[in-house]
């Protein structure tokens, strides 16, 4: 099939097919998933101290593309609610920005699922910026759905005024929510007329990350994922998908108020129970965010009609938290983790009392009545407060002498003793200060002009690295940032739960772990900018 580094018929096919098939200008197959999508889309559009605007949850990748760009970065901060679920960024917010970035990226869906009025984003934009970046890892069905009419990148423009337009690029990991091998992706170009867009330009910049002698199959497995979803094949494959995930929606009802969807309950003065499915996969209304509904936590928002929750990802809510408040007694969402694992189901993404499930492609009746079962089955081993060993045998070890609900009950207590929910929203509402550019912080990491500080004396120092809690890689604090009291109270309390609950520590990327032979001495050491380079700065 030759070099798709050169003159492939069969690459130069394929490509076309899911240009077409994706109401693209422009498409490329890429090999190491939306991570490098999202590298390349930068490395071909920006270049050494270029103005790039991005979500501040945005994923690691896009950091870590700055880095390599060497550009400069301001950040767009969304809201979280009080179980620390990812908002959108406000219109508003949107709207104020500054100056022509070369670049704006926007995370579409967020992580939890909420999807933005891309027209609309496209049109407050408008001629500011040259480029923009959807980054779509986890949403590449919405192409085949008119559930997400005008919501995702590459949608048909319906203004007069189309050729005020930026370019627009869109980066979707097709493993994840189309049929593909682990590790594929796209990037999906519509041609703008701010900055005409360069082909054979993004073709040199797609070279400098393909190998010449890549694994064929992983590239055809994005054709075929791809042209499984031509025509009405597709609308019927996600079809499906939406179908299982409303049915599993109404059947969470009878967990309640144990476990519970993060969704609105009604629909046209009906509970969601008595609405029929395909009514539901169909009515963009019923997932759309209301400024006056209490469900989604979202506070002082006032343009949130424009957002709307993606039925295919259910967010389930454990008890714990209720309206603002950390109740008496709760279950962390880690607990519950746990017990899906050892029954062989995996979470997509937990937080402190949220799990996220994905109802993709792969989905089915007898897997979603599966999880719903041993999510029936944790409820009946709880309410007869079962010995954790039994329960967990993996942790039989650490907590064989304790039942589940003093299990659940010690971690609650915890993070309310933390004040979890204060401590999320804190995180994320005090920016740090940005004493370096990410790529000039990282250039001293590299030249090892840093040093390893600890917890203990980490306030106003500045990060070498990135820290990044996974899944899915938000980042807490970038490269070339000044650590604050918010950030350090934050991995303190991850420090402690890695010493005081072993085997619910959370994996933050860039943190370096000092084990100590004996348990409960572990710790946390990060890499900062020296004390020479910042002297310096002074």
Not at 39 to 64: M, P, Y
Not at 146 to 153: D, N
Not at 381 to 387: E, R
Request: net charge neutral.
């Amino acid at each position: 099939i030759w070099s798709i580094l050169g003159e492939c018929p069969a690459y130069r096919a394929a490509k076309n097919d899911v240009k077409v098939i994706c109401g693209a200008d422009h498409a490329h197959l890429v090999a190491n998933a939306t991570t490098t999508s999202n590298k390349l889309v930068f490395e071909a559009t920006t270049s050494t101290g270029d103005h790039v605007i991005a979500d501040r949850n945005c994923h690691k990748s896009i950091i870590q593309s700055i880095i390599l760009t060497r550009s400069t970065p301001e950040y767009l901060p969304p809201q979280r609610n009080d179980y620390g679920i990812m908002g959108p960024i406000p219109l508003a917010e949107i709207a104020q920005i500054s100056g022509e970035p070369t670049l704006v990226v926007i995370t579409n869906s967020t992580y939890d699922g909420l999807c933005y009025d891309v027209q609309t984003v496209k049109k407050v934009i408008g001629k500011k910026a040259e480029n923009i970046l959807f980054d779509e890892a986890w949403y590449a069905h919405a192409i085949f759905s008119p559930l997400y009419h005008k919501r995702y990148a590459m949608a048909k423009l319906t203004s007069k005024t189309d050729e005020k337009y930026p370019t627009v690029f869109a980066t979707q990991s097709t493993h994840k929510l189309l049929s593909a091998f682990s590790m594929a992706s796209v990037v999906l170009i519509k041609s703008g007329s701010s900055r005409a867009f360069n082909p054979k330009n993004f073709d040199e910049t797609w070279m400098m990350h393909t190998s010449t002698s890549p694994f064929y199959p992983l590239l055809a497995s994005i054709e075929v994922g791809t042209k499984m979803m031509k025509g009405e094949a597709g609308k019927a494959i996600v079809a499906e998908m939406q179908t299982l995930a409303v049915q599993f929606r109404k059947k969470m009802q009878e967990l309640y108020p144990f476990f519970r969807a993060w969704q609105p309950d009604t629909f046209g003065g009906l509970n969601i129970t008595k609405v029929p499915d395909e009514v539901l996969i169909k009515s963009p209304d019923m997932w759309t965010l209301k400024p006056e509904d209490k469900w989604h936590g979202f506070t002082g928002y006032t343009d949130l009609d424009n957002i709307m929750l993606d039925p295919i990802k259910l967010t389930i809510l454990t008890p714990g938290i209720k309206d603002g408040k950390m109740e008496e007694t709760g279950i962390p969402a880690v607990i519950v983790g746990k017990y899906l694992a050892k029954n062989k189901i995996v979470v997509e993404k937990l937080g402190y009392y949220n799990l996220l499930f994905l109802f993709g492609p792969g989905a089915s009746k007898e897997k979603s009545e599966r999880l719903f079962k041993i999510l029936k089955d944790f409820k009946k081993d709880y309410d007869a407060n079962m010995n954790v060993g039994e329960m967990l045998p993996e942790l039989k070890d650490q907590y064989g002498k304790m039942t589940i609900q003093e299990l659940c009950g010690k971690i609650h207590n915890y993070f309310k003793e933390k004040k979890i929910i204060n401590m999320v929203q804190s995180l994320f509402e005090h920016t740090p200060k940005c004493v370096f550019s990410p790529g000039i912080a990282y250039e001293n990491f590299i030249r090892s002009k840093v040093s390893s500080v600890p917890l203990v004396n980490l306030i106003d120092q500045v990060s070498a690295v990135l820290l990044a809690a996974y899944p899915p890689g938000v980042p807490i604090i970038r490269p070339g940032e000044r650590f604050t009291k918010e950030i350090v109270e934050y991995l303190r309390m991850n420090e402690e739960i890695d010493n005081n609950f072993p085997g619910f520590d959370i994996e933050i990327h860039g943190i370096t772990k000092n084990q100590a032979e004996k348990p409960g001495k572990t710790t946390y050491e990060v890499v900062c900018v020296g004390d020479r380079i910042m002297e310096r700065v002074k």
